[in-house]
């Protein structure tokens, strides 16, 4: 599934589209969490409508599960990283991300820049 | 930045207008006649509600944020600076921060920065004092002080056990919010 990523300046970021299917408005963020994802998922300080941003490669690799929930559901309307692992292998994982965010009606953007789109984050806004 | 992220569209110009077209997080309306002020979230959520509004008046309105974490005791301790700000009581605000809240039109009331719960789970009750401005409540302060034009940001370190403590970058002033 392709899924693109068009900011208010005017750059475009097209890559491939997991979960769910549709289109979200937000503001665009970033997090350099190496781990953790989870708890950035349902972190209530993503309360506004954000899509969160994180470049760090295998995102979702070791699934979901209801202890590291940070609230009772995902606050973010949108994830986008680099690569997105759609198999968990933990012995706490419950429930693979991609599942996990497609309950929630989040999409997945991936495989795109996403070390590029921090970079004009971080510069432009 | 805004954003648009879709499965559907592919032309990136009717994206790009529609990212353009996202009201901006926050937006801080007010109605005429007895209507509440509405501060809006984006297209998401607004806070604002009858009963927390004491007094409507027109645009433009001035906000001050008094960033606590919000329980029971610590309500109190938030009208405290709100009404140093104000001019009454003799010490602790600078006169910047007096000056600010003495043209407030009212006040956000945070449960401080690094904890953005909402207010019904950090065990807030309604308002036992008389506050005598508008108020919203259910804020993460730094949040809206970011807006705001505040410049703050988080510390790495000395966390300890209470609020994240963020520093004030023309003042250098170090500050954790909870008391």
């Known amino acids: 599934m392709q899924a693109t990523l068009a900011l208010e300046d005017g750059r475009v970021f097209r890559g491939k589209g997991y979960g769910a299917k549709g289109e979200w408005h937000g503001e665009v963020v970033f997090n350099t969490s190496i781990t953790g994802y989870q708890e950035i998922f349902t972190d209530p300080s993503y309360l506004r409508p954000d899509c969160s941003s994180q470049p760090i490669p295998e995102i979702g690799n070791y699934g979901t599960n209801a202890e590291d929930n940070e609230a009772t559901r995902p606050y973010i309307e949108g994830l986008i990283v680099r690569e997105f692992s759609r198999a968990s292998s933990n012995w706490r994982s419950q429930q693979v991300a991609e599942e996990y965010l497609e309950q929630f009606k989040i999409p997945v953007l991936a495989e795109i820049d996403s070390r590029a789109l921090v970079r004009h984050l971080r510069d432009t806004g | ?179």
């Open chain 2, 1 to 179: 930045m805004r954003g648009v992220v879709s499965t559907l569209e592919t032309d990136s110009d009717k994206l790009v207008a529609k990212a353009r077209s996202i009201p901006r997080w926050m937006e801080l309306t007010s109605r005429k006649s007895s209507a509440p002020r509405v501060l809006r979230l984006g297209n998401w959520r607004a806070f604002s509600s009858a009963d927390e509004v004491v007094g409507v008046k027109d645009e433009p309105a001035r906000f001050h944020v008094v960033a606590y974490r919000l329980r029971h005791q610590a309500e109190h301790s938030a009208q405290t600076t709100w009404r140093r700000l104000q001019g009454h009581g003799s010490s602790g605000a600078d006169s910047g921060g007096r000056r600010a809240g003495a043209e407030a039109d009212g006040v956000f009331l945070s449960n401080g920065p690094g904890d953005p719960q909402p207010w019904h789970l950090c065990g807030g009750q309604h308002s036992r004092v008389s506050w005598g401005a508008s108020r919203f409540r259910d804020l993460p302060g730094h949040r809206y002080r970011d807006c705001s034009g505040g410049k703050t940001f988080k510390l790495r370190f000395w966390t300890s056990w209470r609020n994240h403590p963020v520093k004030q970058l023309h003042s250098e002033e170090r500050s954790r919010r909870t008391p």
